[in-house]
């Protein structure tokens, strides 16, 4: 029986744990499967709860850790190396990019005969500075080579990857796209409504305008702050903003949306014109998105937007900025609206667009429902990748050694 090693980044909240568990717990019994990751930074949400829920038992490296550190990494290079020895795996999976350069470093070392990768999103543009993404596209194209296959979540991700960074030829990358359970986010709808409203006194008369995420910079929260308080300024209906998340930033966040002469706080109060409520992690999210009523997003950068996923498949309107992967989740004024970096007049015309328009909404609520649900189910990538597994296992290619290696 084929083996897997399956190395995740870290076990925080995001697709990257959804997509690692998805495929531990239901890929073939053809295989016999292992994950381990690293452990969520002390600012996010620890995810593992999902691998509890779905019966996913994982090995945690807390060595392994978001930051570059010589000697953690060093330590959980080693740690990687010696559960490879031990397990002996035909196949090596790495997940994002921490993961991605101990892990395939390690596998390449200790001569596994298959090793892939998938880019749940990547470094290159919005998170450093120019010597820093030039010194790690150096290293991705460097690691490319110690590859089987590289997968990209989207169509986008691959040409980026392939031909505006030239990490790797076109035909190194398979496009096999996150896949969710999503039934949930259907289910007991109107309960779920209530309860999160009556949680956070929200009247039923009030629009709750959501984002959901880790409140980091490339997820660009001040710019959220800054539609709400052009909707404030010119209001079109009764509105309260809902930030669901937490992270670094939430101090500075909420010192802005202050300076910016907004309300805040834990619950609407109509009283003291609350304009932002700050919820924190809710790990339940399929009844954030039934007690909201818009969605949005305003990334810099994004690889696949489980948010924006998790939201449609709940019948959500949403509204985002136009950043990475988020156009193959979103197609404008098809399944939603979409806006350019930092055109905050757009976004908020975009924001009232949906209040205005009720039956496009709709129809792009419909669309949205649909699309998701053919495009993102967790069977779908199972299969996927168990076809590619399949493929590489009886078609091992000796991965050539590079003349010149920068690690």
Known sequence: MPRILR?????????????????????????????????????EESSEF????????????????????????????????????????????????????????????????????????????????????????????ALAKRTSKIIAISDLQKKELAEDFKIAPSEKFNVIPLGFDLSRFGENVEEKRS?????????SDVCAFGIVGRIVPIKNHHFFIDVVAGLKANPIQKMVAVIIGDGEERQEIEAYAKAKGLNISTRYNEKEKTDIIFTSWIRDVDKVYAGLDIVALTSKNEGTPVSLIEAQASGKPVVSTNAGGINDVVKHLETGLLSEQDDTRCFIDNVKFLLKNQAETQRMISMAKINVKEKYSYNRLVNEMDVLYKELLTDIKPIKKPYFFVL
């Open 50 to 141: 999902i691998l509890n829920n779905m019966g996913v038992e994982a090995l945690i490296i807390p060595e392994m850790q978001r930051e570059i550190s010589p000697v953690n990494d060093l330590i959980a290079y080693n740690k990687i190396k010696q559960i490879i020895r031990e397990f002996k795996p035909d196949i090596v999976h790495t997940h994002a990019a921490k993961a991605g350069m101990l892990g395939r470093r390690a596998a390449y070392s200790l001569g596994v005969p298959v090793i892939v990768h998938t880019f749940h999103g990547h470094v290159f543009h919005s998170y450093f500075n120019s010597v820093k993404t030039a010194t790690f596209i150096q290293i991705e194209r």
């Open 195 to 203: 309860g999160f409203r009556e949680r956070y006194n929200i009247p």
């Open 7 to 43: 190395i995740l980044n870290r076990f925080n909240l995001g697709g990257p744990t959804y997509n690692a568990a998805y495929l531990t717990k239901h890929i073939s019994s053809d295989y016999d499967t292992l994950l381990i990751g690293g452990k969520h930074n002390e600012h």
